[in-house]
């Protein structure tokens, strides 16, 4: 006779099933039996240092791979952590699956250890949030929770598991592969006019930008197809001259993308320009090839005088001198960059290209950066993981050196260090003046030295000359690396 299951067992199992292999965790009383429990199902516990990393590290492998990415965590503090991380996912359309730890049911109401209402906190920046309510239920709840978080338009799912449910005998067994696929849903819009258009344009929403169909989508249809997941906009730097793009089209279609802050509301288009929402795009053809060569020249214009910008040979390093010290490393086919937001980050979009890149997406936020290299030396141990972040950012992960440390996930990072807060320090000089700016210094810290101490391998760079090489120096260590580099305190670059 087969022994029953506990609901922990059942959990982890079921998640083996559906094809995760880490669980992103960070431990706490309610969470030990799925601690124990991976142990049986084949499940790597990826341990980190602060809830919020685990979910930036289970976000970046969701992108990566189109798989959920698991985080774990436990309840009431450790639960409410990880939530603000949540945001950054949701807004980036990227499928994962928060598992929290939770009070006893048998103890809800009566003043329980860590007691919170978990499932209403999460709701707002999920697709769904509940709490389980039984043993018998959990492998369920697992399917549904994958496929949530997967179909349709992709993003965070949320799922509370109270300890005793953990704890508690289940017969119930594990589901099969099949159970865990998406829901399908019907593609709609098989063809469209275009209306005599001259100028169309289809715009990518985060989701969609990573389908390998929606790549192909420009080549097939002769329309231009321009992706867009900044929190900047119609002024993303990465995109060049896009603003003016977007200003001369007359028809623009919308795949995945809402008519929202990132387009002014509509405001970033013509009057008259004909908008339309599509699920795909079939049966279109489109072969004014000047259209497509003067978007894509838009797109990739950079001031001219970018080329020949170089720092002060007594520093701070200018950052487009920086990035193109950077370049190199990520000329390889299976490049990834990473890019935080801030100015600096700005500064890295515009001036770096890789085969693969993840940024802090429309959210806006800030500190994903070292959680998100991670996870892509996870998902890809064979490619060059190169992560640009300021100095503020730094100090929201900073410790998670720690983690990469001990999985041996070998990225490199650099820190643009300017000793400030500068995205808000630039709006303190614009909007009340310099002599006004106060209140976001930072000191300028040896972050490589930092980062040495924790284990990795640290840099710490003032001077050009410098550069070149820390960042040798980084690379071959093989371990994960913090080049740290005093940079001038610009704003964003703008053009």
């Known amino acids: 006779m087969k022994s029953p299951l506990r609901g922990a067992d059942l959990l982890a199992r079921s998640l083996a099933a559906a094809g995760a292999r880490h669980l992103f965790a960070l431990s706490g009383n309610h969470v030990m039996p799925v601690f124990d429990a991976a142990l049986d199902a084949g499940l790597e516990i990826i341990h980190v240092r602060h809830e919020a990393a685990a979910v930036h590290m289970a976000d970046a492998w969701g992108r990566l791979t189109g798989e959920p990415g698991i985080a774990l965590v436990t309840g009431g503090p450790g639960h409410a952590n990880a939530v603000g991380a949540l945001y950054t996912a949701l807004a980036s359309e990227s499928p994962l699956v928060l598992i929290s730890g939770h009070a006893p049911l048998a103890e809800l109401g009566s003043g329980a250890f860590q007691e919170m209402r978990q499932a209403a906190m999460a709701a707002p920046v999920t697709k769904a ?6 043993a018998d239920t959990l492998a369920a709840e697992v399917v549904r929770a994958w496929r949530e978080a997967s179909s349709g338009t992709p993003g965070p799912v949320h799922l509370s598991v109270p300890n005793d449910v953990l704890d508690a005998a289940t017969a119930v067994s594990v589901p099969a592969r099949a159970a865990f696929g998406p829901s399908v849903e019907g593609e709609g819009g098989n063809a469209l006019s275009l209306g005599g258009a001259q100028r169309p344009l289809i715009i990518a929403g985060p989701a969609m930008m990573r389908k390998q169909g929606v790549r192909q989508l420009e080549e097939a249809t002769g329309i231009p197809v321009i992706g867009m997941e ?17 200003a001369r089209a007359d028809c623009v279609m919308l795949l995945g993308k809402r008519v929202d802050f990132t387009l002014k509301f509509g405001n970033a288009f013509a009057p008259g320009c004909r908008v339309v929402h599509l699920e795909a795009v079939k049966g279109i053809s489109f072969k004014d090839g000047a259209w497509l060569e003067e978007v894509h020249s838009a797109l990739r214009y950079r001031p001219p005088e970018w080329r020949t910008v170089q720092s002060k040979p007594e520093g701070p390093l200018h950052p487009v001198a920086l990035c193109r010290e950077i370049q190199p490393l990520l000329d390889k086919p299976d490049a990834i960059l990473v890019s935080d937001g801030g ?25 994903s950066a070292l959680p998100f290299a991670a996870a892509a030396k996870l998902a890809h141990p064979e490619a060059s993981v190169v992560a640009m972040l300021g100095d503020g950012t730094l100090g929201f992960h900073l410790s998670e050196f720690d983690t990469a440390v001990r999985y041996g996930l070998g990225y490199i990072s650099v820190v643009g260090n300017d000793a400030t807060w500068n995205a808000e320090y630039q709006i303190q000089v614009r909007a009340y003046g310099m002599e006004r700016a106060k209140g976001c210094e930072l000191l300028p810290t040896r972050y490589g030295a930092a980062a040495q101490a924790l284990g990795a391998h640290g840099e710490d760079v003032a001077r050009p000359d410098e550069l070149s090489r820390a960042l040798q120096r980084a690379t071959a260590s093989g371990k994960p690396a913090c080049v740290n580099v005093m940079v001038e305190r610009l704003a964003a670059p703008k053009y």
């Open 129 to 134: 949030s509940w709490v389980a309510q039984s």
């Open 230 to 246: 900044s929190p900047r906009g119609v002024n993303d730097p990465s995109l060049g001259h896009l603003a003016e793009v977007l």
């Open 343 to 367: 100015e600096f980050g700005q500064w890295a979009q515009a001036c770096l290209s890789a085969p693969r890149r993840l940024i802090n997406g429309p959210a806006g936020s800030i500190g």
